[in-house]
């Protein structure tokens, strides 16, 4: 039996943060390194290097990448069971307080989901907020029904960014 688990970090969030990326929960790795979309296989902070040219060589250069950017990053669970890091495996979950977080930052303006499952989490509890929406690809190696590029063409686009370098 799985045991509950609490997200175990705090939204990267700055006061002028335009776009707040949300994820579902993080990996195993992700808890084992306290920091988001850990897993050397996935491709998030790669996707980002190639859509803004910054470099994502170590913690700091990541946070400094959406800083820069003007991006957030969050996951929409607070807590929940599950016994690997799929989605599919994710049960009883409790949601984080996006409309709190969306008050606290009102520079926020568009949110981002990277994968369906935050995004009907999202629509599921605040699907009343009016707030600009869009749907990222999913930066999980598992999910392979678009290559690397084609998810950069998709961020950049999305985003809001350019991804001519």
Not at 4 to 22: C, G, R, S
Not at 79 to 93: F, I, T, Y
Request: charged share 25%; with cysteine.
């Amino acid at each position: 039996m799985e045991k509950k688990l609490e997200h175990p970090f705090d939204p990267i969030v700055f006061n002028d943060t335009q776009t707040l990326i949300l994820g579902s929960f993080p990996s195993i790795k992700s808890f084992e390194n306290c920091f988001y979309y850990a897993h050397p296989r996935n491709q998030f902070w790669k996707i980002l290097e190639k859509t803004t040219g910054y470099p994502v060589n170590n913690r700091d250069q990541k946070i400094w990448l959406l800083k820069e950017t003007k991006l957030g990053v969050w996951d929409m669970i607070a807590s929940c069971q599950r016994d690997n890091s799929l989605d599919s495996s994710l049960e009883d979950e409790v949601v984080n307080d996006i409309p709190a977080l969306l008050e606290k930052y009102p520079s926020i303006t568009k949110l981002a989901f990277t994968g369906k499952k935050s995004q009907a989490l999202f629509e599921k509890h605040f699907g009343d907020l009016d707030i600009e929406r869009v749907y990222l690809p999913s930066p999980s190696p598992a999910f392979a029904a678009m290559t690397f590029e084609e998810k950069v063409v998709q961020y950049a686009k999305k985003l809001g960014m350019s991804n001519e370098q």
